[in-house]
């Protein structure tokens, strides 16, 4: 059989493909391999028969290794560069070969043809891709291990419909960019190969070829489920339905634990500097794992009261000062800490016991890195061309291109990935209001109008309401949150009704207020009580939670603890004050790590948080007051059952500017529960100060932030506090109270025996 096959060959006088086709090959620009390279049938001599076509050009020698005979059979090399053909008589059809190849070394190792195998992308796939509603993309995009004809490898597909040739390469082809270039699926410009015996681990890139501008580049995979450790930019095969899950039970309970009249209290967490590992002097400065993550931030979170944890973002991002930001891989957790498996294994952890887990989600834009989405393929693929449109000059960074159905349908599979692959509990948006506006952060002429002439991005607004659909529909229970700091109304409302569609918004301008009248020294707060009360003039137009979150911790701003005026009493007795009076206003919580103990310096992703502040009374004092008010916000349904209607709210007295005394009425659904909470923001207890209360009976101080175990005063109020049937400030019974200085308390009315 070889001498016979031998013979055929060197009668064929030429090649059984035009030149042209050998040329763009071997030249890197034949944007559909698959058409020259691999087997086809054809006809030599007036005779059907198989030819097998190899692009090997560091290889010295290839052999075809038939099965059916254990034979091999040597290819010809048709050009000089490494173009190899064999003909085969015997076969009109391809058959399940391999290729035995021989370096210039002398040698020899065998391999699949990734050529030989059909493609994983049916032509509806793309279809709906090219329309953007392929929102499971993450399912064939990428890289995806798969057994094909029995032999186990990875399917390859990227979109780059701008690109002259893209290539998988990787230590499997020594970065060559010429052995295993993809085939062009030319009307939806999406590229595909499978590649046989990659085993999972193995890192990749796509090389690209620009048939614009001639210009190259090696990408990471836009789809890729697991990256390279930064400073590493290269992609990893990796297979995400490895994990058993056991969260059953918390999945069918989370709608009902979700909910708007549940409470959410939710601590917002930077992975990478909550704790550093203690495992040997020269590894202390070490991520935790996400395993490690789980069992200590999951315990902590309990010991608190906490209900969810946020996760700055853990999209992978190339630079640690980003925070996550500056995202690169939409459908990768961050290596720092672990594989994907490892990740699933702290959401898993996480709901076992009873914790809920947000990601910040951030489809606004994304950083200019080489191996990242920006100029992906030659041209302005994920990003608006105008910089006009496409830039953040503030952040450096780039905008999606919101009008694209292939990008609309890239970030709506990365939503629903993430809600679905890692059953997150929830998407909190980031940098929503720079969505929204055209002109955001932008002056004069550096702006590009609407349509009709408006500074409304209504591609954008189109996306978020699809998301929040799609989210909605696909993942019941969950929950989706806008960082929106503008007033575009209807935030929370439903998209059928004209609103973008999300659960929750974070209620910037809450925090601003408060912030800036805590800062203030109480002589002054007087003059300032509108910051405390003016919330309440919209708080019940969206549903909001209430955050102090990382930004306000960072870049000079000082930490929560060092913005409060006064001396290091009064520092802590602010800031307790402050959390209390969070914990009564109606809204949903977040507070970011480290201020529940009261870290005097600024957050910096690049260390732990201060843990040895507990050393001091003061610090584990903070502490327990922090716990104890989220436990009473869990427990009592006043606290936090009607969050979003007059209903759950009244005011007792707003006017006392003069002595900064604030009071007001919070109910649950049933009318009898309700928590009465009494502000004195300034460092002068107030003894015998009476206050109006709605209902008789006796009440009883639930909650003091001023009681010595939290390191205050201790000015209080004996039990019981009866309300004596005197009408004040427009309530039919009223009490004289004790109110301790720079400080909240919470009464509750006893039930009758």
């Known amino acids: 059989m070889a001498t016979s096959l031998q013979a055929n060959l060197s009668t064929a006088q030429q090649p059984t493909v035009h030149p042209a086709d050998i040329a763009a090959i071997i030249g890197g620009y034949h944007g559909a391999p698959y058409d020259v390279l691999g087997p086809h049938t054809v006809t030599v001599a007036g005779a059907p028969c198989l030819s097998i076509r190899a692009f090997r050009p ?77 929102i499971y993309s993450y399912d064939k995009l990428g890289a995806h291990i798969r057994v094909v004809d029995g032999v186990q490898g990875v399917n390859f597909a990227v979109w780059a419909p701008n690109a002259l ?164 891989g939409y459908f990768a957790p961050t290596s720092r800490f672990g594989t994907p498996d490892d990740f699933q294994y702290f959401v898993d952890y996480c709901h076992q ?34 910089p006009r449109l496409g830039e953040h000059v503030d952040w450096g960074t780039k905008i999606f291109n919101f009008g694209r159905n292939e990008v609309h349908n890239f970030l709506v599979s990365s939503a629903i990935f993430w809600l679905k692959k890692y059953h997150l509990d929830g998407l909190r948006v980031d940098a929503v209001a720079s969505m929204l506006y055209l002109d955001y952060s932008r002056e004069g002429q550096a702006w590009l109008p609407n349509r009709y002439g408006g500074r409304e991005n209504l591609e954008a ?48 301008g809450w925090m601003h207020d408060m912030l800036g009248y805590m800062q203030d020294d109480p002589i002054y707060r007087r003059f300032h009580q509108g910051q405390v009360t003016f919330s309440l003039i919209y708080a019940f137009t969206e549903n909001f939670v209430l ?69 001091w009374p003061l610090h584990q004092q903070m502490q327990k007051f922090v716990a104890e008010i989220n436990h009473l916000y869990l427990r009592e349904p006043a606290l936090h059952q009607v969050d979003f209607s007059w209903e759950g709210f009244q005011w007792i007295d707003f ?44 009440y009883g101080e639930v909650m003091n932030s001023d009681w010595p175990q939290f390191g205050g005063s201790g000015v209080g109020n004996g039990q019981p506090i009866v309300a004596e049937p005197m009408s004040w400030q427009n309530c039919p019974y009223s009490a004289t109270l004790n109110l301790p200085p720079l400080a909240v308390i919470m009464l509750k009315l006893e039930p009758v025996k």
């Open 58 to 134: 560091l290889d010295a020698q290839v052999f075809v290794l038939d099965p059916k005979d254990d034979q091999r059979y040597p290819m010809q090399r048709v050009d000089a560069a490494g173009f190899f053909e064999a003909i085969f008589p015997q076969y009109q059809q391809p058959f399940a070969y391999r290729f035995l190849m021989v370096d210039p070394a002398g040698q020899a190792h065998a391999l699949e043809d990734p050529y030989r195998f059909a493609f994983y992308l049916t032509e509806y796939d793309m279809y709906l891709h090219n329309e953007g509603n392929f």
């Open 165 to 328: 040739r893209v290539s998988v390469i990787g230590p499997f082809n020594g970065w060559d960019n010429r052995t295993h270039a993809m085939q062009l699926h030319n009307k939806f410009g999406i590229w595909e190969i499978f590649m046989p015996n990659l085993p999972e681990g193995m890192e990749y890139k796509y090389a690209m070829k620009s048939r614009l501008l001639n210009y190259e580049v090696d990408k990471a995979d836009p789809y890729s489920f697991y990256s390279q450790v930064r400073p590493g930019t290269s992609s990893r095969i990796w297979d995400i339905d490895k994990h058993v899950w056991q969260d059953d039970q918390w999945l069918a309970t989370r709608a009902e634990r979700q909910a708007l009249d549940k409470p959410l209290n939710i601590y917002e967490v930077h992975l990478g500097s909550w704790k550093r590992a203690q495992r040997a002097p020269a590894e202390n400065n070490d991520f935790l794992s996400y395993q490690d993550l789980a069992h200590q931030l999951v315990a902590y979170a309990q010991q608190m009261g906490y209900t969810h944890l946020e996760l700055l973002p853990i999209t992978e991002h190339p630079f640690d000062g980003s925070w996550g930001y500056q995202t690169t």
């Open 353 to 386: 016991n009873q914790i809920g887990v947000i990601l910040d989600w951030v489809p606004a834009h994304f950083p200019k890195d080489a191996h990242g989405l920006a100029f992906f393929d030659g041209t302005h693929l994920y990003e608006h061309s105008d």
């Open 461 to 508: 607004i189109d996306f978020i309401r699809r998301f929040n659909n799609l989210a909605h529909a696909e993942a019941p229970g969950i929950l989706t949150i806008a960082e929106e700091s503008t007033s575009w109304p209807m935030v929370t409302r439903p998209t059928y009704t004209g609103g973008l569609g999300f659960d929750l918004k974070w209620n910037m």
């Open 547 to 615: 955050p102090f979150s990382h930004d306000e911790v960072v870049h000079l701003k000082h930490s929560m603890l060092d913005k409060m005026p006064g001396d290091e009493w009064q520092k802590f007795a602010n800031l307790r004050a402050l959390y209390a009076y969070m914990t009564g206003h109606p809204g949903k919580k977040l507070l970011f790590m480290g201020d529940e103990f009261g870290q005097w310096g600024e957050w910096s992703e690049a260390r732990s948080l201060d843990w040895h502040l507990l050393a």
């Open 655 to 698: 006017n006392d500017a003069d002595q900064s005394v604030l009071s007001f009425v919070r109910r649950s659904m049933a009318a009898a529960e309700q928590m009465i909470i009494v502000c004195n923001f300034t460092p002068v207890p107030r003894l015998g100060y009476r206050v109006g209360l709605p209902l008789p009976g006796n």
